[in-house]
C-alpha cells in the first residue's frame, strides 16, 4: 500500500503569492492533519480535517486554510506568502478523529519544503 | 494544554554505546505518547507509541521508552547505538479532546561517532 503523498517536493514562491499542497492519504484513513516545520524546530500543528469537516486548529493565521476532498485528499492554501512561511509542510494521515480513537498514530508524509523568496 | 520539552538539543554517542534522548511532558488529561524520527530531508515515522497499558514501550529498530507518571517523563532508550541511528528525534503528546493534535518537542539530533 503507498503511505502518504504528498506533491510538491520542492516549491519555491516569491513574497506575496499565494501557494498550493496537496496530500493523499493512505487508503483507508479519513483524517489528515497538516503541520509547519521550520528548519530547526518541531512540526507545529495547523490544521486536522475529518470527513471532510475542519476538526482542530493551530495557531495560525486567515492566510492558512484547508480543505478536504470526498476522496478523503487535501489541499492546504496559503495567501500572501512570507519569508517565514518558509518551512517543510507536512501531512499526516490517521484512522480516525474521535475521542475513542485518539491515541491512533499519525503517519506522516515526506513533506513539502517551501522557500519563499 | 499539552506540551513536551526535550532536554538537550543535540546528544554525540559512540557506536555501540547506550543512547539515552530525554523527554518530559505535561498534559491536563492522560496522555498519549510517541517517539518519531526524521532522517535529513525526510518526513517523519514512528519509534514507538504509548497509549495505556504496560508503561515499558518497544519500538522499531531496538529503540524503547519508558512511561514514568510519577516523573512526567517518556525517555527514549537504546542499548547499542548504530552508526545508522544519527537523526533527529522528535518526542510527541497527544491529546484526547476528540480530534489528534499533536505536540512536538523541539528535537534533539543524535550524532553517532564511530
Known amino acids: 500500500d503507498a503511505g502518504v503523498t504528498q506533491s510538491p517536493t520542492h516549491l519555491i514562491k516569491t513574497r506575496g503569492q499565494h501557494v498550493t499542497l496537496r496530500c493523499s492519504p493512505i487508503?483507508?484513513?479519513?483524517?489528515v492533519s497538516w503541520y509547519q516545520q521550520v528548519l530547526g524546530q518541531g512540526p507545529q500543528f495547523i490544521f486536522q480535517?475529518?470527513?471532510?469537516?475542519?476538526?482542530g486548529r493551530g495557531n495560525f493565521p486567515d492566510r492558512f486554510s484547508a480543505r478536504q476532498f470526498p476522496n478523503y485528499s487535501s489541499e492546504l492554501n496559503v495567501n500572501a506568502l512570507l519569508l517565514g512561511d518558509s518551512a517543510l509542510y507536512l501531512c499526516?494521515?490517521?484512522?480516525?478523529?474521535?475521542?475513542?480513537?485518539?491515541?491512533?498514530?499519525?503517519?506522516f508524509g515526506q513533506g513539502t519544503r517551501l522557500t519563499v523568496v | 494544554a499539552q506540551s513536551v520539552t526535550q532536554l538537550g538539543s543535540h546528544v554525540s554517542v559512540s557506536e555501540g554505546a547506550l543512547v539515552l534522548l530525554r523527554c518530559n511532558y505535561s498534559?491536563?488529561?492522560?496522555?498519549?505518547l510517541f517517539w518519531y524520527v526524521q532522517y535529513p530531508n525526510q518526513g517523519l515515522q514512528l519509534l514507538l507509541k504509548?497509549?495505556?497499558?504496560?508503561?515499558l514501550v518497544k519500538g522499531i529498530n531496538g529503540f524503547e521508552a519508558e512511561f514514568k507518571k510519577s516523573e512526567t517523563s517518556f525517555h527514549l532508550t537504546k542499548p547499542s547505538a548504530h552508526m545508522s541511528d544519527a537523526a533527529e528525534y522528535f518526542c510527541?503528546?497527544?491529546?484526547?479532546?476528540?480530534?489528534?493534535?499533536?505536540?512536538f518537542g523541539t528535537g534533539t539530533k543524535l550524532q553517532v561517532i564511530p
Open positions: 499526516a494521515s490517521s484512522w480516525r478523529a474521535d475521542r475513542e480513537l485518539v491515541s491512533t498514530e499519525a503517519f
Open positions: 487508503s483507508g484513513h479519513k483524517s
Open positions: 480535517y475529518y470527513e471532510k469537516e475542519e476538526r
Open positions: 498534559s491536563s488529561v492522560p496522555p498519549y
Open positions: 504509548y497509549t495505556t497499558g504496560a508503561t
Open positions: 510527541a503528546v497527544s491529546n484526547s479532546g476528540g480530534y489528534q493534535k499533536v505536540t
